[in-house]
């Protein structure tokens, strides 16, 4: 099941008018009369609004009333009023998909597509940094997000270090949770992963074509399950979910305050403001002034960890030399 954010348009008009009408019943005959559809459409539109998890009440003689909004994170749920310029202002959304990424990536290059973004109830073959699988079970946040930027290339990997900032911000400010920030990407709670990123990106004449950002959010998962089949990896350190289980958050308002942050990091970055960027993080990080051990390319580096470089790349003293890593895995060594 794929639903878009630019289809579906009489479905949408049936959904806002008992949005902006719910304190009433409306019959059929008003909704057909206002919205000019026939009965029979308008009754089609209520079946499936209701098979995606919005609650209508019906009376009869009185009509339709909403009783309660989807938690899905549906397209048009994602693009009506959300406070940004690009991003997020067209949406697909899948029950089902392989990966996110992958679908985001075949349609990239489609100038229509700058800022889009691409949601999945559930990934069957989620993608990690480094070649990694990704689980992402229902519950869970995993969406892409396709960009044209015009920042240089070498930018690029501060993005997903910069997305894990405008994460950590929106947890902040919706669930007052601290959180910290592991390099490179990764957004922690009591030390534990509830959040990591990917990035793709395609050059054409050394300028990037697109970038597509992964995002993968436990939001509200089974610990124990993901604990089970995660343990054995050798990057493993921990993984959290944001939300209990049994609680009743909607993801929606909280994805949203994700894009608006996500959408002030990218400008900075566009404006080459990465300084700001690289303060903020630096703030949040759990990384900085720490002993690490990383395995990398170029062989494994043991230091302490100076800075994050204006590209984002880590900056580490190992036997009194400087030591610039671009991607691994750190381990904290105390
Ligand atoms: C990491 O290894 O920490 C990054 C994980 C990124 C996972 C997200 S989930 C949505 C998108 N689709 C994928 O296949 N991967 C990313």
């Known amino acids: 099941m794929i639903y878009n954010s630019f289809d579906n348009v009489g479905l949408v008009k049936v959904l806002s008018f008992l949005k902006s ?4 019943y409306l019959s059929g005959q008003d909704l057909s009369d206002v919205l000019k559809i026939s009965r029979v459409a308008v009754w089609k539109h209520i079946k499936k609004i209701r098979s995606l998890g919005y609650k209508i009440e019906s009376k009869q003689k009185l009509g339709y009333r909403l009783v309660k909004s989807t938690n899905l994170l549906l397209p048009w749920e994602i693009t009506s009023d959300l406070k940004t310029k690009t991003i997020g202002k067209r949406a697909y959304y899948f029950d089902s998909i392989d990966s996110t990424q992958n679908f985001a990536i075949e349609i990239a290059s489609n100038s229509k597509e700058n800022g889009t973004v691409v949601i999945s109830q559930k990934q069957t073959r ?37 997305a894990a900032l405008a ?36 050059i054409e004449s050394n300028k990037i074509e697109y970038l597509v950002l992964g995002v993968g959010i436990n939001f509200k998962v089974n610990i124990s399950q993901l604990e089970k089949s995660l343990k054995s990896s050798e990057n493993f350190y921990g993984v959290t979910s944001l939300i209990e289980n049994g609680k009743d958050e909607s993801p929606i308002l909280f994805v949203k305050s994700f894009l608006v942050e996500l959408e002030k990091i990218f400008e900075l970055l566009e404006k080459g403001e990465n ?27 043991n230091g302490k960890v100076i800075k994050l470089d204006n590209d984002g790349a880590l900056i580490v003293k190992e036997n009194n030399q400087f030591r610039r890593i671009m991607a691994g895995d750190i381990i904290y060594k105390h």
Not at 131 to 157: E, N
Not at 179 to 202: Q, R, Y
Not at 281 to 295: G, H, L, P, Q
């Open 21 to 24: 009408h719910n304190i009433e």
């Open 167 to 202: 994460l950590s911000n929106t947890i902040e400010k919706i669930f007052g949770k601290k959180v910290e920030l592991k390099w490179p990407n990764d957004v922690t709670i009591n030390s534990k992963k509830v959040a990591g990123m990917l990035i793709d990106v395609s």
């Open 126 to 162: 989620g993608r990690g940094r480094l070649g990694r699988k990704w689980l992402s079970p229902t519950g869970g946040i995993w969406l892409s997000i396709v960009l044209h930027p015009k920042f240089d290339i070498a930018m690029s990997t501060l993005f997903p270090i910069g």
């Open 275 to 301: 300084k700001i960027i690289i303060n903020n993080w630096t703030k949040k990080s759990s990384t900085i002034r720490k002993d690490i051990s990383v395995s990398t390319s170029d062989g494994k580096i």
